[in-house]
């Protein structure tokens, strides 16, 4: 009798974001990957996403309701949770689990009071209880979870995230495009990602700094142009809101460098992105980029501005002077979406 594996896709409910394209690429490898024969990949997904994985592909379209009433799963084999913070799991269901950890972000976020912290964490270690396996999407994930929170012998296993990029369908030229060369950047505009240490990159050059992403609840933008206020570089800081996939490959290839100073990055699947085109990316020493980048990326060792500077000058010339555009590749490359799909299926086999 085939399997039924339930894929949980309910974080597609927000388009343009890191958690929808790590649902959309790793279910895709997973149909690809599967033995039909014996395995059925599923789909737990909001109804505005209907389809997105074929027409024929299984459906359980998720409703509000299912935070309190869970959707019938006796048919179900396994159910794969994708997303620690999700109000859909299957608690009282005799079902094995596994769950995907992507960060502890909440920890480090300064606004959120000590309070609310300690309820999360209680939330997601029942959810951990419970697991019958636990996946973190990098060394650094698995280490701040074993630090703040409690396998208990659980098993557990580390699975880096795929390359987003499709190679099969050419980039067009998007409908603004720029007359000088430009930095760029990528992310949800809010506090950890850090982009208002950017804006001083811009001194003493004739460079634009080009950030896409859609804005957070806290309005941090103005915060980023108050400090390219203060240096006198508005004028050379473009936002562009939520861009394509389409115009992210065409920034991507036509950018001077890629810059990532986040703070709390559970993995930066932007990083790998801009790798793959072998774009110089310059990234934050934090959480778990250094592991991502590797030694075919720049860092920044603070954010002081004129370090920073220093580091942006260095960086440009060692680039242009050993060329590594290639290696650069094959770094970024090497992340694959079908070894993900792969060892997740592993991890399926060996609990039904």
């Known amino acids: 009798m085939s399997k039924k594996i339930i894929v949980d896709c309910e974080r597609m409910r927000y388009t343009n ?3 929808y394209h790590f649902c959309l690429q790793l279910g895709r490898a997973l149909q690809h990957r599967a033995d039909d024969k014996n395995e059925e990949i599923g789909f737990y997904l909001p ?8 027409k024929d592909a299984d459906e359980i379209h998720q409703h509000f309701i ?7 799963v006796s048919h179900v084999s396994l159910w794969h949770c994708t997303y620690q913070g999700t109000n859909y799991y299957p608690f009282d269901k005799h079902i094995p689990v596994i769950l995907t950890i992507h960060d ?15 309820k999360y964490l ?14 973190a999407i990098s060394n650094y994930v698995m280490e701040d979870v074993r630090r703040n929170l409690s396998l208990a012998g659980k098993a557990s296993s580390i699975i880096y995230n795929g390359c987003n990029v499709n190679d099969n369908e050419p980039i067009a030229v998007p409908e603004k495009v720029y007359d000088k060369p430009f930095l760029f950047t990528i992310g949800t505009i809010t506090e950890h990602k850090n982009f208002q240490v950017l804006p001083p990159l811009l001194a003493n050059n004739d460079l634009l700094l080009v950030i896409a992403g859609i804005e957070g609840k806290s309005n941090f933008r103005q915060v980023i142009e108050e400090v390219a206020r203060k240096w006198g570089v508005l004028d050379r800081v473009i936002f562009t809101g939520a861009i394509s ?3 992210k490959k065409w920034h991507l290839e036509n950018c001077l460098a890629f810059l990532f100073p986040s703070t709390a990055e559970g993995f930066g699947l932007p990083v790998i992105e801009a790798m793959y085109y072998g774009k110089p990316v310059i990234l934050s020493k934090c959480t778990s980029l250094p592991e991502i980048g590797g030694d075919c990326a720049y860092y920044f060792e603070d954010f002081e501005p004129e370090n920073m500077q220093k580091v942006l000058t260095a960086s440009l010339e ?7 555009a290639e290696k650069i590749k094959a770094r970024g490359r090497s992340f694959s979406w079908k070894e993900a799909a792969d060892k997740y299926l592993a991890l399926y086999r060996s609990l039904y």
């Open 17 to 19: 974001t890191g958690l």
């Open 47 to 54: 109804k505005t996403e209907k389809g997105i994985f074929g």
């Open 66 to 72: 299912h935070k309190h009433l869970f959707p019938r």
């Open 104 to 118: 502890l972000n909440f920890l480090y976020d300064l606004n959120l009071p000590e309070t609310k912290k300690k």
């Open 122 to 135: 209680a939330r997601l270690q029942r959810k951990i209880d419970h697991a019958s396996h636990i996946v």
């Open 245 to 247: 996939e389409n115009d």
């Open 318 to 324: 060692d680039y242009n002077k050993t060329q590594p």
